[in-house]
């Protein structure tokens, strides 16, 4: 199985910067991207960033050129930079780790964190 921590969640002003990390531990052969989503309070869970083991990367509409995704492979750990962040960005993060079948496993592998709280005050 793989593990997934996240940390750097906390309060931050409206404006200010934020950097999140997710360690990846386990069988983490099985991942070729890794992301990060939220769900901000009475709404959805939806998808902030990704980046694949290439180093390809997408963001929401809403954060980008806000957000930055970034991964260390020696260290398998991806991060999320995140400046002039808004009220709208609170929400509780959650680092996913992603890998398509394989040969011997039929399903997709979808991995996620315990999540870490982000409070942006107005």
């Known amino acids: 199985q793989v593990q997934l921590v996240e940390s750097g969640g906390g309060l931050v002003q409206a404006g200010g910067s934020l950097g999140l990390s997710c360690a990846a531990s386990g069988s983490i052969f099985s991942i070729n991207a890794m992301g990060w989503y939220r769900q901000p309070p009475g709404k959805q869970r939806e998808l902030v960033a990704r980046i694949t083991n290439g180093g390809s990367t997408n963001y929401a509409d809403s954060v980008k050129g806000r957000f930055t995704i970034s991964r260390d492979n020696a260290k398998n750990t991806v991060y999320l930079q995140m400046n002039s962040l808004k009220p709208e960005d609170t929400a509780v993060y959650y680092c996913?780790?992603?890998?398509?079948?394989?040969?011997?496993?039929?399903?997709?592998?979808?991995?996620w964190g315990q999540g870490t709280q982000v409070t942006v005050s107005s």
């Open positions: 996913n780790g992603w890998g398509p079948p394989k040969l011997g496993h039929p399903y997709e592998y979808n991995y």
